[in-house]
């Protein structure tokens, strides 16, 4: 089981300000909040950190993982929506637009990046 996921930012500023906006649409919020990182748990359990965005630890710049994604499981294909677009309103860039896939499949997903690169998506299988 995955304990937690940590993206690297180069503008952690920046990236918090996305993440304040998008985080809270699949349950999560910001509970902790550093000059290294920034930590988003579920609203019911705020001490079981789920995400981090940070500095890299070694210092050197953040850079993306070619093949990476990071991908949350919502409800209903209304918060895969929601979500997609807030983040394209927040300056994320859009990977793929809310829909099934393949096409004839139950399973609903949107896919975006954010301002350092990192991939997202939103996934709900109904």
Same mark, same amino acid.
């Given at each position: 089981? !995955?304990?937690?996921? %940590? $993206?690297?930012? =180069? #503008?952690?500023?920046?990236?918090?300000?996305?993440?304040?906006? !998008?985080?809270?649409i !699949?349950?999560?919020m910001?509970?902790?909040?550093?000059?290294?990182? &920034?930590?988003?748990a579920?609203?019911?359990?705020?001490? @079981? &950190?789920?995400?981090? %965005?940070?500095?890299?630890?070694?210092?050197?710049p953040?850079?993306i993982?070619?093949?990476?994604? !990071?991908?949350?499981? $919502?409800?209903?294909?209304?918060?895969v929506?929601?979500?997609?677009?807030?983040?394209?309103?927040?300056?994320?860039?859009?990977?793929?637009?809310?829909?099934? =896939?393949?096409? #004839? @499949? &139950?399973?609903?997903?949107?896919?975006?990046?954010?301002?350092?690169?990192?991939? %997202?998506? $939103?996934?709900?299988?109904?």
């Open positions: 089981m !995955i304990g937690y996921v %940590i $993206v690297g930012s =180069r #503008d952690l500023p920046k990236a918090t300000s996305f993440y304040d906006e !998008i985080m809270p !699949i349950g999560l910001r509970v902790e909040t550093s000059d290294e990182y &920034v930590a988003y579920p609203k019911d359990k705020p001490e @079981a &950190v789920e995400f981090y %965005i940070a500095k890299p630890f070694d210092g050197k953040a850079t993982g070619n093949g990476s994604m !990071i991908a949350f499981h $919502v409800p209903t294909r209304e918060t929506e929601l979500f997609h677009k807030t983040a394209l309103a927040c300056g994320g860039q859009d990977e793929g637009a809310p829909g099934c =896939r393949p096409a #004839d @499949a &139950v399973e609903y997903y949107a896919y975006s990046r954010d301002m350092d690169g990192n991939k %997202i998506c $939103v996934f709900c299988a109904n």
